[in-house]
């Protein structure tokens, strides 16, 4: 609920470094660039590796956005004006004038919504005639009756503001209006003879007031102030006198308890109905019982789209849960495009390097800003992994010249940090097989298939390949679970320059026909690959067209 709602510069789910780093280093570029709303988020946990990176060059990790559907924070705005149960029915009325509001929340002392009062409350409430007799039995004070009629206070008295009576207005002649007026009682009194103001303070009322500007002499505030009688003077006359004091009802008396109210975090799909099915304009947001905003409906009809910068990659199936919703702004990427669409021309920055942090490296050089030391590191570390120190034969020389530039200003010897950065990712520990089928997964529509493929990168591959039966079996699952026609696990060889292929569902004979070797028993050893973007995808999407 922010002024200004922030742009997320946010890589693919389930990310790796490059994913990572590319987004934190593209949003402090942008935010040098006078965009200063950008910030980098993440659409997933930090593997070993990244994580690693992050600490090494002690940079946090992004924020989480698990997920950009439209949620009720996203189009809440400030409160202007809340009231208390306590205020009286003309702060309410003024509340809403100065506001321009049609309803305004009511809090107590703790900011803890109790209630609304609204333009239709007040209304029914006149409707209703809020007498004076209501006024006295609800709770107003002396000293709210003082403000309302912007009275001058001649006598404070000696009640403390208290009603323990009733309001009467002396309207006919003295004798008979005294009749019917008591101890205790506030009356209203306009243009008499000073007789009649000595009469009601004779008669123990707890307050006069005079109406219509009336001189008052010297000996009437006397009397009152031997008596300890509040006398109060008002320019209104006493009709108006009389309509002016029924504001001073609490709000407490026409406010509706029974309120609607949304979280921050309620998406808003799923408020939708309650909005169509009631009449309210404006709908208090609540956090721990505590108001933090309001929601228009009519901003509810055309919410502001979530902005989204995509950083190393462009293929939605990989993008954020909910980026239907969201609009995308710019494209920073290094692979193939995946079918694309946008409503708006945007800016995309898509070159055939090994990684998007090669790209983000060039734009800071194109625009002159300074890399600082921890962003070179950050981007240095993600080139290192995407090009798996150079051995990957996505590797050109422009990522190799950007990490030689990087480790300068870095401070580090880019090959024995490479090393240990990717022994640090290599280590499964006790990764679960679930963990490894997810590990680095994209999805990918290669044909008519949908396909999860992922990739662990080790120093050893004797560890992962004794899970081998337990790996296929979750990947069997995971297929079966989330609709997938195929779960391919590719587990990268660092040190031998190779991966081993283990694919699960149907069909085979595409992975066979692809890499030209037998494909009936769900693993197979395919020497000198290592890219997932440029040795395992390409020859799919071709093996495809052969079925």
Same mark, same amino acid.
């Given at each position: 609920m922010s002024e200004q709602k922030v742009i997320y510069a946010i890589g693919h789910r389930n990310p790796d470094t490059d994913s990572i780093c590319s987004a934190i280093a593209y949003a402090n570029l942008k935010r040098n660039m006078g965009c200063e709303n950008v910030v980098p988020a993440r659409a997933g946990s930090v593997n070993k590796e990244t994580k690693y990176a992050l600490e090494y060059f002690g940079v946090e990790a992004p924020q989480l956005v698990s997920d950009i559907y439209p949620r009720v924070k996203d189009i809440a705005v400030k409160v202007q004006k809340s009231v208390k149960a306590t205020d009286n029915l003309r702060t309410l009325g003024m509340a809403m004038k100065e506001c321009n509001?049609?309803?305004?929340?009511?809090?107590?002392?703790?900011?803890?919504?109790?209630?609304?009062?609204?333009?239709?409350?007040?209304?029914?409430?006149?409707?209703?005639?809020i007498t004076l007799d209501s006024v006295s039995a609800s709770g107003a004070c002396i000293n709210d009756i003082a403000n309302v009629i912007e009275a001058d206070v001649l006598v404070a008295g000696d009640n403390e503001g208290k009603i323990n009576g009733e309001i009467k207005v002396a309207a006919a002649c003295m004798e008979k209006a005294a009749e019917s007026i008591k101890a205790g009682d506030v009356v209203i009194i306009g243009n008499r003879p000073e007789s009649a103001f000595i009469k009601c303070i004779d008669l123990k009322v707890a307050c006069v007031i005079i109406t219509g500007n009336?001189?008052?002499?010297?000996?009437?505030?006397?009397?009152?102030?031997?008596?300890?009688?509040?006398?109060?003077?008002?320019?209104?006359d006493t009709y108006s006198t009389a309509r002016l004091i029924s504001q001073c009802a609490p709000i407490s008396s026409i406010m509706t308890t029974d309120v609607i109210s949304?979280?921050?975090?309620?998406?808003?799909?799923?408020?939708?109905?309650?909005?169509?099915?009631?009449?309210?304009?404006?709908?208090p947001v609540v956090e721990n019982g505590k108001l933090v905003g309001i929601v228009n409906k009519d901003k509810f009809m055309m919410p502001e789209k979530q902005q989204i910068i995509l950083t190393d990659h462009n293929e939605l199936a990989q993008a954020v849960e909910g980026i239907e919703?969201?609009?995308?702004?710019?494209?920073?990427?290094?692979?193939?495009?995946?079918?694309?669409?946008?409503?708006?021309? =945007?800016?995309?920055? +898509?070159?055939?390097?090994?990684? $998007? !942090? *090669?790209?983000?490296?060039?734009?800071?050089q194109q625009y002159g800003v300074e890399i600082p030391k921890e962003i070179a590191g950050l981007l240095m570390s993600a080139i =290192?992994?995407?090009? +798996?120190?150079?051995?990957?034969? $996505? !590797? *050109?020389?422009?990522?190799?010249?950007?990490?030689?530039?990087?480790?300068?200003?870095a401070g580090v010897d880019y090959k024995e940090y490479g090393m240990a950065?990717?022994?640090?990712?290599?280590?499964?520990?006790?990764? $679960?097989?679930?963990?490894?089928?997810?590990?680095?997964?994209?999805?990918?529509?290669?044909?008519?298939?949908?396909?999860?493929?992922?990739?662990?990168?080790?120093?050893?591959?004797?560890?992962v390949m004794a899970m081998q039966d337990e790996i296929l079996a979750e990947m069997a699952r995971v297929c079966t679970a989330e609709g997938y026609a195929m779960s391919i696990v590719i587990v990268t060889d660092?040190?031998?320059?190779?991966?081993?292929?283990?694919?699960?569902?149907?069909?085979?004979?595409?992975?066979?026909?692809?890499?030209?070797?037998?494909?009936?028993?769900?693993?197979?050893y395919l020497p000198g690959v290592m890219s997932r973007k440029k040795q395992i995808i390409p020859p799919l999407s071709e093996a495809v067209k052969k079925l």
């Open positions: 509001l049609r309803s305004i929340p009511v809090v107590d002392d703790e900011n803890k919504l109790i209630g609304m009062a609204s333009v239709s409350d007040l209304a029914k409430a006149y409707f209703q005639e009336t001189t008052i002499s010297d000996e009437v505030v006397a009397k009152a102030k031997d008596e300890n009688v509040m006398l109060l003077s008002t320019a209104f949304f979280k921050p975090s309620d998406m808003l799909s799923d408020i939708k109905g309650v909005l169509e099915a009631n009449e309210y304009r404006n709908y919703s969201g609009k995308i702004i710019e494209v920073v990427d290094h692979h193939r495009f995946g079918g694309l669409q946008t409503s708006d021309p =945007i800016f995309i920055n +898509v070159r055939p390097v090994g990684c $998007t !942090c *090669t790209i983000v490296t060039n734009m800071y =290192i992994s995407d090009t +798996v120190l150079f051995k990957s034969p $996505t !590797c *050109t020389q422009t990522d190799k010249d950007a990490v030689e530039y990087l480790a300068k200003i950065m990717l022994k640090a990712g290599a280590d499964i520990g006790d990764m $679960t097989p679930a963990q490894i089928v997810k590990n680095d997964s994209k999805e990918f529509q290669i044909g008519n298939y949908p396909m999860l493929i992922s990739q662990l990168s080790v120093m050893d591959t004797d560890q660092i040190i031998n320059e190779g991966s081993y292929l283990l694919f699960s569902g149907e069909p085979k004979n595409l992975i066979g026909e692809a890499f030209k070797q037998d494909a009936s028993k769900s693993v197979m």
